[in-house]
């Protein structure tokens, strides 16, 4: 066929040419608006997600401090003036603990809510997660502590601290910052070197601590529950 030929063809049938084209450009259009409108719902959740992190983050920031004050308080509970500022700071330690339970509450919802307690309110229906259990068993430790008499004050000291050790590494899984620095690639070479260049710092660092403070103990990594409960 010539193309003459072709060319009166397509004169003779332009309204289905014309058809044929623009279902072709409504098809295109159409599978590019559907991949466009999946992007931007991918884009949308991760933002949410990210909101959600930044508030939780927060969350656990103030959790790390009350913890880390609600520790520090045990330890130096001798040197409070009398009964009355001790008793002053507990409550405060403990008021604070309280509202980090419930304001986690608003991130960590109870686990198993439909199988316990559902002639509870909503929100405390289930069990509570382990990221706040954690918080709880520290507020309950401090509560039963007294200014003098049972465990000794670094007892209760490292009892705190391994229920804040217990909550950090159950923010960090909750946070996964790991999924983050995928996605915004901050781990490139550069960075790499100055992660190296840091880990030998804190090497140095440690070095000189040993030799300033000999015997002071480093490692705090024991297992939960295993120091001995000593007595006044």
């Known amino acids: 066929m010539s193309t003459s030929e072709i060319l009166a063809l397509l004169r003779e049938h332009l309204d289905v040419v014309i058809a044929l084209g623009s279902a072709l450009v409504a098809l295109v259009s159409a599978f590019a608006s559907r991949a466009e409108t999946r992007r931007q719902r ?5 933002r949410l997600r990210q909101s959600i992190d930044a508030a939780s983050l927060e969350w656990g920031n103030h959790a790390i401090d009350a913890l880390g ?9 001798h040197l409070q003036a009398n009964e009355g500022s001790f008793v002053g700071g507990k409550t405060s330690q403990l008021i604070g603990l309280s509202a980090l339970v419930e304001r986690g509450r608003m991130f960590f919802p109870n686990l198993d809510a439909d199988n316990k307690g559902v002639d509870k309110d909503s929100a405390y229906r289930g069990h509570r997660p382990p990221i706040l259990d954690a918080v709880m068993w520290a507020y309950f430790e401090l509560q039963a502590m007294t200014r003098d008499g049972g465990p ?3 007892n209760s000291a490292d009892f705190i601290e391994d229920c804040r050790r217990l909550m950090v590494s159950e923010l960090q899984a909750h946070l996964d910052p790991r ?3 995928k996605i915004v690639e901050r781990y490139n ?7 190296r260049d840091a880990i030998n710092r804190a090497k140095a660092l440690k070095a000189r601590l040993e030799t300033r403070r000999p015997g002071v103990i480093l490692d705090t990594s024991d297992v939960p529950g295993t120091q001995t409960e000593t007595k006044q």
């Open 179 to 181: 999924r983050l620095d």
């Open 152 to 154: 000794t004050g670094d």
């Open 42 to 46: 991918r884009l949308q959740t991760e």
């Open 69 to 77: 004050r609600a520790a520090m308080f045990a330890r130096t509970r």
């Open 189 to 195: 070479d550069q960075t790499q070197d100055n992660r």
